[in-house]
């Protein structure tokens, strides 16, 4: 299926970034960046992300000529502008007047002006600024040929422990819990005397006081995403009463811990986000970031279930890693098509002029400070650039899953804070990555589904660790496999429901009678230990946990070897209905999950590609619509056994070549 492009009308991908040309209020400058975007093939530019100061230098005196005169060059050469809404950083004044707009840490301090991010979500002040100056924009470019989306903010993340913050969290819990009562089992007080007889009584969980009620710290990350959905409904309001066809979306951060984006998602008109993968090109293996990358992208995708915008990303060296290293010879171009592979509708950069100052004076860019375009790495952004072009047809191509992998922020959350099994890293998304990887570089389309979504139309679920099941997901996996499905289920399953409130009667609760096992025990392994189990013969090594199991009418496929639970189930199926459910007890090592997935997909009828190591294949389309990205992270050349079309050359492959860090697009993808 192919959705309409994001940005109405506009059907090319875009190319382009994030731009502050308020850090340099020259025209000289803005007319060479102009030049420089076209000659780099980009058609869009995200501008006034953090530009209230600018747009508004004292309260109520504004100034938006240089605004009116960057969207006037933009739309001169036919380019669209994301135009942002300034409120991811405020101007000092704002802070000086109104101190309450500034945010409480978790120590209970005011913060100072500095910094971005730094504002409370609640303060009716800075909500009520926060949508004057988003009016005002909204209203004087309304009908600006430049304007494509709305970038709402930036970034969204952390908290604010301010009184006004406190206050609403009691009031979200007062209209989640209704009583006390209800609260107090939820959260289960009667533990160490935490019962409370008053809401006043309540405070956020914190280091200074409470971390040890479960309940209460899952209740505040999803007050937490729900400030910021308010927020940003607040922040919208007269961007959708002004310009009702233009899309709104705020840059996301991949797996970032502190919101819920599935829940964030349904707010947003589309999702977009920002991806910086540390490559090290040479001296390390980068295929398994390849697939890390990979899954983000998927998940970004899995929001909205439908093409994303790669918001950001950087065209050389991220200046705030460890090591800021350039990307070797052709890893911008991979990095980009793996992103379009995996549906993103656009490639955009953070930046595109250097600053001069601060602390990004130094982060990759599209302009460096030589000031013009002929450098190494604009030569590949041309390059780039030209290719996107040739790729329009890809905008709104829908990504042909037909397994799922559950991932859940919620799920992560309470697995995380859970003290027992392994203390030092649950492993909750190493463990995902497994079966991820295992997919993968098998060339199995995946969606990245949460908990509550629609199962329907997948022949394959894979649920890695969903220690949290939440009510109504035992019942629709029972039914996904008894119609049919499999089901790929992992140790540490179905312990808590929503609350965070163990499963009485027997683990993995409600997928007990499903998976036809009990989990009696978890064993857990200490770093550098292994037990093994044998799959058709041969050894493979578990690591980390080791789940003990009952057959409840599921049979075993494979044993541990060692330990007092030698001869015990690692590995069992239960049949149910038309389906299967499958129950692995711990961490496999990676040959293992690629032989156990072979089986399983040709079991489950879903096509897989052979494809050499570090080679991955993404589909986007359907029949004559379908483009096929074969993506090389190895530094080594590879060859694919794979034919079809290239699709920017028009070339006919009877076999694909692949340089190191190399990429083809095709189309007519011939099967088996
Ligand atoms: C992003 C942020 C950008 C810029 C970039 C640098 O997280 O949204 O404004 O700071 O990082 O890599
Ligand atoms: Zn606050």
Wanted: glycine letters at 10%.
């Amino acid at each position: 299926m192919r959705f309409p492009p994001i940005v109405p009308g506009f059907s090319q991908l875009i190319h382009g970034g994030d731009y502050n040309p308020d850090q340099w209020m020259d025209m000289e400058v803005w007319k060479e960046d102009m030049r420089i975007a076209k000659a780099m093939g980009i058609n869009s530019l995200s501008v006034g992300i953090f530009s209230w100061t600018a747009l508004e230098p004292r309260e109520g005196e504004y100034s938006f000529g240089w605004l009116d005169t960057i969207l006037d060059m933009m739309a001169a050469q036919g380019m669209k502008a994301m135009l942002a809404t300034p409120s991811g950083a405020r101007p000092a004044w704002l802070s000086q007047k109104y101190p309450e707009v500034l945010r409480v840490s978790e120590d209970g301090l005011r913060n100072q002006h500095g910094g971005r991010h730094n504002h409370c979500l609640s303060s009716p002040v800075y909500r009520e600024k926060v949508q004057k100056i988003n009016t005002l924009l909204a209203e004087r470019y309304k009908d600006h040929p430049a304007l494509g989306a709305w970038h709402i903010s930036n970034e969204y993340g952390g908290e604010c422990f301010c009184p006004l913050c406190q206050e609403r969290f009691r009031q979200w819990l007062q209209r989640k819990y209704d009583s006390l009562d209800a609260l107090n089992h939820a959260w289960w007080t009667a533990f160490w005397s935490h019962t409370y007889t008053d809401w006043s009584q309540i405070e956020a969980p914190s280091r200074r006081g409470e971390t040890s009620v479960h309940g209460q710290k899952l209740d505040w990350k999803r007050f937490t995403t729900e400030q910021f959905i308010d927020f940003y409904r607040a922040e919208t309001e007269p961007l959708k009463r002004i310009t009702p066809n233009v899309p709104c979306t705020t840059n996301l951060m991949g797996t970032y811990p502190g919101i819920d984006y599935f829940a964030l998602a349904k707010a947003l008109d589309f999702a977009s986000w920002d991806n910086y993968p540390q490559w090290t090109g040479y001296t390390k293996d980068d295929v398994p970031l390849a697939a890390e990358t990979a899954f983000k992208h998927d998940l970004m995708r899995g929001v909205k279930q439908r093409p994303f915008f790669l918001m950001e990303s950087c065209p050389s060296a991220t200046n705030w890693r460890p090591y800021a290293r350039l990307h070797r010879p052709g890893v911008h171009i991979l990095q980009s098509l793996q992103a379009v592979g995996h549906g993103a509708d656009s490639v955009q950069y953070f930046q595109f002029r250097k600053s001069r100052g601060s602390s990004e004076k130094l982060h990759g860019a599209v302009v460096d400070h030589v000031g013009h375009e002929h450098t190494r790495v604009n030569e590949e952004i041309a390059r780039l650039g030209s290719m996107l072009q040739g790729l329009s047809g890809v905008v709104g191509q829908d990504t042909p899953a037909k397994a799922a992998l559950l991932y859940d922020w919620q799920n992560a959350w309470a697995l995380n804070d859970a003290q027992g099994l392994n203390n030092v890293d649950k492993k909750y998304f190493d463990t995902v990555m497994d079966h991820y990887r295992a997919l993968w570089s098998q060339g199995v389309q995946l969606d990245i589904l949460s908990e509550d979504a629609d199962l329907a139309g997948y022949d394959l679920v894979v649920a890695p660790m969903l220690y949290m099941v939440r009510e109504g997901l035992g019942q629709r996996l029972r039914a996904f496999v008894e119609a049919g499905g499999t089901l790929m289920s992992t140790f540490g399953s179905g312990y808590v429901d929503e609350n965070d409130l163990c499963y009485l009667g027997g683990f993995p609760g409600p997928l007990r009678a499903t998976l036809g096992i009990w989990c009696e025990e978890i064993d857990v392994l200490l770093p550098g230990e292994s037990n093994e189990i044998l799959y058709h013969g041969q050894r493979y090594r578990l690591f980390d946990y080791a789940e003990q199991l009952h057959l409840e009418g599921a049979v075993s496929l494979a044993e541990y070897r060692k330990d007092f639970y030698a001869g015990k189930p690692a590995l069992t199926v239960n049949a149910l209905g038309k389906g299967r459910a499958y129950f692995l007890a711990g961490r496999l090592e990676d040959g293992f999950m690629r032989a156990f997935y072979q089986d399983l997909l040709a079991e489950a009828g879903i096509e897989r590609f052979e494809l050499p190591y570090g080679c991955s294949l993404a589909l986007r389309g359907e029949g004559e619509e379908e483009y096929a990205f074969l993506l090389n992270f190895a530094a080594e050349a590879c060859k694919v056994n794979l034919s079809g079309v290239d699709a920017l050359s028009g070339e006919r492959l009877e076999a694909v070549e692949l340089e190191g860090h190399g990429v083809r697009v095709l189309k007519r993808l011939k099967r088996g």
